[in-house]
């Protein structure tokens, strides 16, 4: 090669984006260890510890609880592909670009996909689950967003899980934005196969999708009639690996599980309760700070809003990427645009795992007030910050 | 959690396997930077480099050449759904557990499959593959392995590719235990796609997968009748990550993405042709002592042996098990068992990348001899040693 390429050295940025987000220096530490062989004893054990904590964070007993080799979408196809066979019925709920991923998945399953519709930064309605069922008896899943990271919608789920049980349907679970950040049940509220992503809540790089499968979910993969279109992907084969026979089927990304498990342990050192109370503490601060600069939340209800993935609508007037530009190239700081309907519309400020923090609450307040300024909008900045400030005044009373 | 974890502390390792094998502290300090986001301007510089680094070393001009966010059989997957369609023909040629994998997938993708086989340890005939397309004039393409993992094959391509030809079919190869460590020319033998691993002898740690895309291929692509059937592994939307548009698909495995750019990097900085030959000498070192010790490999055509897959007969009476409990227990050497119809019956020693080194092969023979000879096997050390010298001073003469 003629072209010489410098050492890489990362410039300094700060994510509170949708992910990635921040990665604390232990689980950095982690993934720069030294290689086991994927079949080594001890790699082993570290797989199984992974399968634990991931068991814990679930809050499931699954015995079929695991990291996907790949990233949250990987996870998704997972269980679409795994559960789904062609000629199938399928319940998806669409109000967000992942919805429409799954519904996407679902169809080229070859799977019957009958939509449940919601206006995009609304819940999806139980009741049009219901009336789905009467014109689709014989829906083998309902496929539902938990944490819907393009608008920024927390799914309430128990209703739904009623619904399928109801009908003898599973109910399938994306948790790619909640897993880590949000309470999420997963035995309590019958989910019965349920992703995520490693980048998000979790505080990991990308490039793991943890699964879990409830015992009926893998009754239904065990008497399928026909194989699972991805071999990649099909779970009768990955089970055995993880499970007690040990069998290879593809290597396993030692590194990335390393580091995975370095983030769960984090996750369990603080515990579940105290992480999902300081999640919803900064970005219960953060925006307190946003609507006090007269900024809107995409999500109205405030009962309906993730605090992990905060969606702002963009005031008329405000060029989105000017915006964001001016906050990499002055503070290093990324967030991330609209996706989808919302491109140029709306920000999506994430607020998990290691980036939720008071100290970013209260920078980003400071330096998004000065992008607004800057582009002619007047952001009172010692308004917001005194806002969120109260949040947590209130909080350590 | 009540159970309490330890701090990740790899035992010391040494990686003689079939992969993952030895990684450059420089790519563990690569994984270890902090992230970027995927949208990120300067991270999608790094993924330039990377697609760059990657044609030189696939000896491609291809522009669609990139690392898919998967293990190698992710590789593989993507390959055969990118360009099967369900009634397509397919010729599959079937020598290995690898080649038996492409079947199943191209079976899986709906594909009706003709195979050509050969004994395990023995090159497909071309002469075969001109047959097949007797029964199968329409055959959308050939899929064969150049470097069969399971066997230790390295496989001539260059017959094979003019037949396709001439039939007006796509050549698909798999490269996982070839690309980095064994010549592989991409563009001058004809190749249509072609997919690798990193954790083989690009000596980066598990978890991505190269691929590359010939026009003709991507032609196929463009002109298919029906959605590929893996979203996550869909070309037709990855290449717009990767390519001008920029357009996101999924969130890209970041730290990965750092470590195979410097494992790259370090391919290049060597030279491709010094590399190669580094691995034929170690190679043909380590064989030249294991025959002296009179072992014998498990591929008798010294032309057809691959010099980063050496695979050995275990001799009769020997406990496969034992001796490679002996060498990880003693040595922390980590040698690979036989895979399929070789379980048992053989040892698979990698020498790729950082693994392919002079001090690699003297202390395997010492300590394989010494697991031998704890067997009641009577191994010559000496003899061994002396004869894989022999070959190294030859070298320097």
Chains 1, 2 share one sequence.
């Not at 720069?32 to 634990?52: A, C, R």
């Not at 309470?183 to 196969?193: F, M, N, Y």
């Not at 580091?259 to 342990?265: D, H, P, T, W, Y």
Request: aromatic share 6%; net charge neutral; with cysteine.
């Amino acid at each position: 090669m003629k072209k010489t390429y410098k050492q890489l050295a990362p410039d300094y940025r700060l994510l509170l984006g949708p992910g990635p987000v921040e990665v604390s220096p232990r689980v950095l530490n982690a993934l720069s260890k030294p290689l086991y062989g994927h079949l080594d004893p001890n790699f082993l054990e570290i797989t199984n510890e992974t399968m634990e904590m991931l068991r814990h964070v679930f809050q499931t007993n699954n015995r079929l609880t695991l990291p996907m080799s790949g990233t949250g979408s990987a996870g998704m196809e997972t269980v679409m592909v795994n559960l789904l066979e062609p000629g199938d019925e399928a319940i998806v709920c669409v109000n967000g670009v992942f919805g429409q991923r799954l519904r996407d998945i679902a169809q080229r399953c070859g799977a019957k996909v009958i939509s449940v519709e919601a206006p995009w930064g609304e819940i999806i309605d139980p009741e049009k689950v219901r009336e789905a069922f009467r014109s689709c008896r014989k829906a083998k899943l309902v496929a539902i967003v938990h944490a819907e990271t393009s608008t920024g919608i927390k799914q309430p789920l128990e209703e739904i899980s009623k619904i399928a049980k109801d009908n003898d349907a599973l109910l399938v679970v994306d948790a790619v934005t909640s897993l880590g950040g949000v309470e999420l049940k997963v035995d309590e509220w019958g989910i019965d196969a349920c992703y995520s992503g490693t980048q998000k809540a979790l505080s990991c790089p990308p490039g793991l999708s943890p699964i879990t499968f409830s015992e009926k979910a893998i009754n239904v993969l065990n008497n399928r009639k026909t194989k699972v279109s991805s071999w990649y992907l099909d779970l009768s084969m990955i089970q055995n690996y993880w499970g007690q026979k040990r069998t290879y089927h593809h290597t396993a990304p030692i590194n990335m599980i390393y580091g995975l498990r370095e983030a769960l342990l984090i996750v369990c050192e603080e515990g579940l309760e105290k992480r999902f109370k300081r999640h919803q503490l900064n970005s219960d601060a953060f925006v307190a700070g946003i609507e006090a600069m007269g900024l809107k939340m995409l999500v109205k209800n405030k009962e309906h809003r993730l605090p992990t993935l905060n969606a702002i609508s963009i005031p008329d007037g405000i060029n989105d990427d000017l915006v964001r530009q001016y906050l990499l190239e002055k503070y290093g700081i990324e967030i991330g645009g609209g996706l989808g309907d919302f491109k140029g519309k709306a920000w999506r400020v994430g607020l998990m795992g290691e980036s939720s923090r008071r100290n970013n609450v209260i920078l980003l307040l400071g330096a998004l007030g000065d992008a607004l300024m800057n582009q002619g909008y007047k952001a009172d900045i010692g308004t917001a910050i005194t806002s969120a400030l109260k949040v947590y005044q209130e909080a350590e009373k």
